[in-house]
């Protein structure tokens, strides 16, 4: 695949691997795993790559971006550029001095039986590829819609990335990190993009418990009102008591979405009170609906006064009905 002339320039492998924006690590795991290395040794054990061994490599990084498992990846990537360089020089021969090429025995980031999208998006994280994932969360959106995307796509590509990281000893932390950060751009962008909603009907108020700093996922439902022109306001993660009940008695919101990731974060007490909480003028009074949302708050029965939705979708349609039943005129 390379051409070994004096003249063709050589790189090393941890220049490669900036190029690509990967990890050396990948780059000689490939190599181990699917025969990706460099045709060429220096002094026959230092890796140096040509224009063309990269160009192969590149080739790689576009088709598990997209979601092609590594194996394939490797075959494809190496298919074609036996097919370029069998059109350009004719069938190449052992004398030729190539090595072997080839995918090798081996396996990725253990994701499971899960849709393309979901390994690609999973393999953009994994080598911090920013453009590559903003790319992925903009044609997931724009191709299955907000709800889709984040029920069957970007929710379990952030669990997925999650269970890596504590089964590591933080070995992933960082791309946990980046891959929440370009999440959570888009779910804002989301947010700013949508129509307005009618101005004076009562908002949804949305906030994490005490204590609870996942908010990823209020931020999904954040986008998912307002791409159906419901109000609301977003009061983020770790919100204090306090804090919380003075905004419900300023605010006077339809429903009020308290988030809990864990059953440590999950405050009943806190909920019921929340649930308890009148506004608005003497004998005309009201109270919120209280969404209890996320896994922390178990399987238990809700209270008075309060819903337990399961996911993204349930939540949106059980808001919107609940929205339209109170705002009454302020939605037509």
Not at 108 to 131: H, N, S, T
Not at 280 to 287: F, I, K, W
Request: net charge positive.
């Amino acid at each position: 695949m390379a051409d070994n002339s004096p003249r063709s320039p050589r790189l090393t492998t941890g220049a490669v691997a900036r190029r690509l924006g990967i990890s050396p690590t990948t780059l000689r795991s490939w190599d181990r795993r699917y025969g990706m290395g460099p045709a060429v040794r220096d002094g026959g054990r230092h890796r140096r790559w040509t224009v063309e061994d990269v160009a192969v490599l590149e080739d790689m990084c576009r088709l598990t971006t997209s979601g092609v498992p590594p194996s394939e990846a490797a075959g494809v990537a190496l298919s074609r550029a036996t097919r370029s360089r069998t059109a350009a020089t004719g069938p190449m021969s052992p004398a030729d001095g190539a090595r072997p090429r080839g995918p090798a025995p081996g396996g990725g980031l253990p994701l499971g039986d899960i849709r393309q999208e979901f390994r690609g998006l999973a393999r953009a994280a994994v080598r911090l590829d920013g453009p590559a994932m903003d790319r992925l969360l903009a044609g997931l959106v724009h191709g299955h819609g907000l709800v889709a995307a984040w029920e069957e796509v970007i929710a379990p590509t952030l669990h997925a990335v999650g269970r890596k990281w504590e089964s590591s000893g933080d070995r992933y932390i960082e791309v946990e990190h980046l891959l929440s950060w370009h999440v959570s751009t888009l779910l804002r962008q989301s947010v700013g993009n949508a129509p307005p909603g009618p101005r004076d009907a009562p908002p949804v108020l949305m906030a994490c418990v005490p204590g609870e700093q996942h908010s990823l996922p209020l931020e999904a439902l954040a986008a998912g009102l307002a791409e159906r022109t419901l109000p609301m306001r977003m009061l983020g993660a770790a919100v204090p008591a306090e804090a919380l009940a003075a905004s419900v008695r300023r605010t006077g919101p339809c429903a009020v979405v308290l988030w809990s990731q864990s059953r440590h974060t999950a405050d009943r007490t806190l909920a019921r009170q929340v649930a308890a909480t009148a506004f608005g003028v003497r004998g005309a009074r009201t109270r919120p609906l209280l969404v209890l949302a996320g896994p922390g708050w178990g399987n238990r029965a809700p209270g008075p006064g309060m819903i337990r939705p399961t996911g993204l979708r349930e939540a949106l349609d059980a808001l919107a009905r609940h929205c339209a039943a109170v705002a009454g005129p302020f939605t037509t």
